[in-house]
């Protein structure tokens, strides 16, 4: 897949526009071969999910409504037979980013050759500590081995590692380590799900006291290091203003931003339903989003949604801190240096790439 005209432009005047969704993460599996000790969703795994041409009607859906990135993650979705043509169609209009566990990436290549971003899941260099984390012996090795193929390959790869109590200290030189391969890091940050919703649309983190975060300092500290290390390298897919967000709120508790969930972002599950947040119980499906989108219904939940402190879950701190029109600005900004990723693999017009 080559970064077309078409989608440049797309991509651009959506981020534009205001009062409309940019980010969608769409859980679209809850079947996973992996058993996290922070993650809930092997332990309450579920066979039903849309079909493909379901998945391709809520991809239009999408398109419509302005969402410009997409997040494919589940469970793991590499797992679905389907997801070659899923990532294809996807790929065609939104920056498209698949997250897997790294037990599938190097046998569903071809299909990942499709997206923007590949993001593996590896929580440390240390292969026994990592097997511990994600419940599976070898999970390391496969992990290790999928970032080197896929990076071999021309594909753009991440490593994500989940920053907890238990690799806390490593995250600088494991961060380090992939830079200095031009491998880029996407960090997450240990969290569990609280009782914010007993009918929430995804049950996902499980509280563990081996990983979950105590020493606030530590982690003040290494939001310090890593905005030092952003100023010398690039491939650190964080941005400074979201570690800044992260540092005061564990240096004081405060949260300098307010969640801007079924406005900035939202959440689908493998079943079509929509929620702001996986936290929060399911409001509509999909396939009826754009009749809901601008209802008074949608403007009061949102109220409602920005005075939430439920969570910490760091994919929506970002995008609620980065989401609006200027938020899009500002993170072109912090990005500037890193804009090699999407254009690494070339730049065509459509007529031309198809």
Known sequence: MVMTLEKVVRVAACSLKPNRPYHVQWLITRKCNYRCEGCNVWRDQDAKELSTDQVKRGLDILKELGVTDIVFSGGDPLLRDDMGEILEYA??????????????ATEKIDALRQVDFVAISLDTLDAKKNDYAKGVKGAWNKAMQAIETLHNEGIVVSVSPTISQLNMNEIMSFTNYFIAKEIPVWYCLYSYDTCMDSHQLFNIGKRND????????????????LIYLKKKKSNILITTKTLKAVKDLYVDGKRTWKCRSLQNFFMIDHLG????????????????????????????LRSEYRKCTGCIYLCYIFYSIHGSVLGNV??????????????????TPLSVAR
């Not at 606030?216 to 500290?221: K, L």
């Not at 702001?276 to 009061?300: A, N, Y």
């Not at 500002?330 to 730049?347: E, I, P, S, Y």
């Open 273 to 300: 339903r929509v929620a702001g947040c996986h936290l929060r119980q399911p409001v509509t499906s999909i396939f009826k989003l754009p009749q809901v989108w601008d209802s008074e219904m949608f403007k009061t």
């Open 210 to 225: 081996k990983l979950e975060i105590v020493d606030n300092q530590r982690m003040a500290d290494l939001c310090d290091s």
């Open 330 to 347: 500002q993170l072109a900004q912090d990005r500037w240096r890193n804009a090699r990723l999407l254009l690494k693999r070339g730049f």
């Open 91 to 104: 790929s065609r209009f939104f920056i498209t980013t698949v997250y897997d566990n790294g037990s599938m």
